[in-house]
């Protein structure tokens, strides 16, 4: 009976080991832009991740159901355009005012979901968070990079939703390695098309090998394994931390020094996500 245990990692430690894995990858990401672009780095980080994947999980296609397929093709066409259109927004605008505009996506998951007072607590001052952290005084920010980032919000949005519905039949380890087929798939032709993998070397493949490690194949597994003991409601508030996480990030690798609000913006999200997990724990005993 327990030939299909795994190890299981609690929805809490998971999503957060989720946010520094992508934020590690972030930084691989930063380095390759210039060389590979936007678009071939992304089909490079989902074509990768769903070869690790299925050599790892050997997901039998064939033993899909039809129900499982319906929900699973959605699931990994908003995890590929998701992906995708981020990283061509942050070619177009600053990597944390990308992640914070990327955010509305789940925020706009959690307000929906949520049914009590303290929720809307967590809500309210991740929002504020956000706020501080968005650079309101327009000095020439890309507006096409700031559309494509609400775009890439609303994908996080979709993927969260239907991450959430499919973790209740599918296997999580399947789930993410079919998803990630069908988000190649959708990538492969901007991928391909941009010309950028006409560039890549040995040593930069090895650099792509880390990235779909760190930005998809463990993330993505982990998060959906989360999503099958947590609300969705309640991870979206926790993912409050990713523009917390961005930001100090910034900070210690690429130098990027935070004003005084933007400091504040980090405590209301940390604030945030704290509130949820004490929230998450009550529900889950």
Same mark, same amino acid.
Request: net charge positive.
């Given at each position: 009976?327990?030939?299909?245990?795994?190890?299981?990692?609690?929805?809490?430690?998971?999503?957060?080991?989720?946010?520094?894995?992508?934020?590690?990858?972030?930084?691989?990401?930063?380095?390759?832009?210039?060389?590979?672009?936007?678009?071939?780095?992304?089909?490079?980080?989902? &074509?990768?991740?769903?070869?690790?994947?299925?050599?790892?999980?050997?997901?039998?296609?064939?033993?899909? #159901?039809?129900?499982?397929?319906?929900?699973?093709?959605?699931?990994?066409?908003?995890?590929?355009?998701?992906?995708? *259109? @981020?990283?061509?927004? *942050?070619?177009? =605008?600053?990597?944390?005012?990308?992640? #914070?505009?990327?955010? +509305?996506?789940?925020?706009?998951?959690? *307000? @929906?979901?949520?049914?009590? =007072?303290?929720?809307?607590?967590?809500?309210?001052?991740?929002?504020?968070?956000?706020?501080?952290?968005?650079?309101?005084?327009?000095?020439?920010?890309?507006?096409?990079?700031?559309?494509?980032?609400?775009?890439?919000?609303?994908?996080?949005?979709?993927?969260?939703?239907? &991450?959430?519905?499919?973790?209740?039949?599918?296997?999580? &380890?399947?789930?993410?390695?079919?998803?990630?087929? @069908?988000?190649?798939?959708?990538? !492969?032709?901007?991928?391909?098309?941009?010309?950028?993998?006409?560039?890549?070397?040995? +040593?930069?493949?090895?650099?792509?090998?880390?990235? !779909?490690?760190?930005?998809?194949?463990?993330?993505?597994?982990?998060? =959906?394994?989360?999503?099958?003991?947590?609300?969705?409601?309640?991870?979206?508030?926790?993912?409050?931390?990713?523009?917390?996480?961005?930001?100090?990030? &910034?900070?210690? *690798?690429?130098?990027?020094?935070? #004003?005084?609000?933007?400091? +504040?913006?980090?405590?209301?999200?940390? =604030?945030?996500?704290?509130?949820? #997990?004490?929230?998450?724990?009550?529900?889950?005993?």
């Amino acid at each position: 009976m327990n030939s299909n245990k795994s190890i299981t990692i609690p929805p809490i430690p998971a999503v957060l080991l989720a946010i520094i894995s992508v934020q590690g990858g972030a930084a691989i990401a930063k380095g390759l832009f210039p060389i590979l672009g936007a678009e071939s780095t992304a089909f490079i980080r989902i &074509g990768l991740s769903a070869i690790i994947l299925m050599s790892v999980n050997r997901t039998k296609l064939k033993n899909l #159901t039809s129900e499982q397929w319906k929900a699973v093709i959605p699931y990994g066409i908003c995890l590929g355009l998701m992906n995708l *259109i @981020f990283y061509m927004a *942050i070619k177009r =605008i600053p990597l944390g005012l990308g992640v #914070t505009l990327e955010f +509305v996506g789940p925020l706009i998951v959690a *307000i @929906f979901g949520s049914k009590r =007072i303290q929720d809307y607590l967590w809500i309210f001052l991740a929002a504020i968070g956000i706020a501080l952290i968005a650079p309101w005084a327009n000095q020439g920010i890309d507006l096409v990079g700031v559309l494509l980032a609400l775009a890439a919000g609303g994908f996080w949005a979709g993927y969260i939703i239907l &991450g959430g519905r499919i973790s209740k039949i599918m296997n999580g &380890g399947d789930a993410v390695t079919v998803g990630m087929l @069908f988000a190649a798939i959708v990538v !492969a032709p901007f991928g391909i098309g941009s010309g950028g993998l006409m560039h890549l070397t040995p +040593v930069l493949l090895l650099f792509g090998i880390a990235l !779909a490690l760190l930005s998809s194949a463990i993330p993505f597994t982990l998060e =959906i394994n989360a999503l099958r003991q947590m609300p969705a409601r309640t991870f979206s508030i926790l993912m409050s931390l990713e523009p917390a996480v961005a930001a100090l990030n &910034g900070l210690l *690798i690429l130098h990027e020094v935070l #004003t005084f609000y933007q400091w +504040v913006a980090v405590t209301c999200v940390i =604030i945030a996500s704290a509130g949820a #997990t004490l929230t998450t724990r009550k529900a889950l005993v």
